[in-house]
């Protein structure tokens, strides 16, 4: 089942702050987070795992709620370059054949305006 | 410039056609993708291919027909293809184990069914 992007796009002007979030009605093992910019491929930027986890890389971080089956992907003092659509991935339970079975969110459009 | 290599990067082609898909990638990931994107759209899964056996294919129609020769390529072959399959073809690796493994994404084919 396609886990849930909120918002579905959001503006905002360089150096501000924005949350993208992303709920499923199933149990997850693990969210992925990409970003694509239009033309381009699917860019991974980090997994988080089941323990409620952060995990960060400059200034994009993200938490895993597994108990309320969600993840926030958090952007702090947005920089151009963060423009671009992101998607959650999650990945269900972990029998064999679903393994590396991620169903994407439908994405939510970052535009970062100067 | 990504690691997991596409070609061609366009395609056209009639529906009586016969065409291949290639992608190519040499970080010595054993689990290979194919994903179906339409415009705004996220990523669709087709084909996994596990230390280059189909591991998993998701109800995808016969017309498509992947082919996974090496650890390095992974091939699509398509066939009387429809309109309606006119889209942005993702190939994707990543390490064997492939549950919470970050994927790594090609630019991808844009095919065109005429």
């Known amino acids: 089942q396609q886990p849930v992007q909120s918002p579905q796009a959001v503006i905002l002007r360089e150096g501000e702050d924005a949350v993208i979030n992303c709920s499923s009605s199933k149990a997850l093992y693990s969210v992925h987070w990409y970003r694509q910019k239009h033309g381009e491929a699917p860019v991974f930027l980090m997994i988080l795992l089941k323990g409620g986890e952060q995990k960060g890389h400059e200034k994009i971080s993200a938490s895993f709620n597994e108990k309320k089956q969600q993840s926030s992907l958090y952007l702090t003092a947005s920089q151009l370059s963060y423009s671009g659509t992101y998607f959650c991935?999650?990945?269900?339970?972990?029998?064999?054949?679903?393994?590396?079975?991620?169903?994407f969110g439908q994405g939510t459009e970052l535009s970062v305006k100067p | 410039d990504t690691e997991v290599t596409q070609t061609p990067k366009h395609l056209v082609m009639g529906m009586t056609n016969k065409k291949s898909l290639k992608c190519e990638q040499h970080m010595g990931h054993r689990a290979m993708y194919w994903y179906k994107q339409k415009a705004k759209k996220p990523p669709e899964l087709m084909f996994v291919?596990?230390?280059?056996?189909?591991?998993i294919n998701e109800s995808v129609p016969s017309r498509f027909s992947p082919e996974c020769p090496n650890s390095s390529l992974l091939n699509l072959h398509l066939h009387a293809l429809q309109p309606e399959d006119s889209a942005l073809y993702l190939c994707a690796s990543s390490h064997a184990g492939f549950i919470h493994q970050p994927q790594h994404f090609g630019d991808g084919t844009r095919l065109s069914i005429l």
């Open positions: 291919y596990s230390y280059e056996k189909l591991s």
């Open positions: 991935g999650t990945e269900g339970g972990l029998s064999g054949n679903q393994g590396g079975k991620l169903i």
